[in-house]
């Protein structure tokens, strides 16, 4: 029914930037909130950042400032802009959305299936 795709992972040294992406597609009413979590190996998922479709965000202290998100709400993607990475940046980064599908009666979380963002010299 929906999907959401991932792309723009990848190796960087510190200091550098890398851009994420996340599509949804599929039996989609609308989009609600948008997002991107992670989890580093043997940590907890956690919230990177949020937007609504209003535009409203949340950010992790840990990458405020550092990081933007963003959407562009026609192509149903999201975005994670991420600058000055640092080692503690590696995870896997999953995109989350909340969408209603069909007639827009039913909502729920959707998640994508991750990509590997590594910072290392």
Same mark, same amino acid.
């Given at each position: 029914q929906v999907q959401l795709v991932e792309s723009g992972g990848g ?11 996340? +599509? *949804?597609?599929?039996s989609i009413f609308s989009i609600s909130v948008m997002g991107w979590?992670?989890? *580093?190996?043997g940590r907890q998922r956690e919230l990177v950042a949020t937007m ?12 405020? &400032? ?7 709400? +026609?192509?149903?993607? !999201? ?9 503690? #940046?590696? *995870? !896997?980064?999953?995109?989350? +959305? !909340?969408? *209603?599908? &069909?007639? &827009?009666? !039913?909502? +729920? #979380?959707?998640? &994508? ?9």
């Amino acid at each position: 029914q929906v999907q959401l795709v991932e792309s723009g992972g990848g190796l960087v040294q510190p200091g550098g930037s890398l851009r994420l992406s996340c +599509a *949804a597609s599929g039996s989609i009413f609308s989009i609600s909130v948008m997002g991107w979590y992670r989890q *580093a190996p043997g940590r907890q998922r956690e919230l990177v950042a949020t937007m609504r479709s209003s535009g409203s965000t949340i950010y992790a202290d840990s990458v405020r &400032g550092r990081f933007t998100i963003f959407r562009d709400n +026609a192509k149903n993607t !999201v975005y994670l802009q991420m600058n000055s990475l640092k080692p503690g #940046d590696t *995870a !896997v980064y999953y995109c989350k +959305a !909340v969408i *209603a599908i &069909g007639t &827009g009666t !039913v909502k +729920a #979380d959707y998640w &994508g299936q991750g990509t590997q963002v590594t910072v290392s010299s």
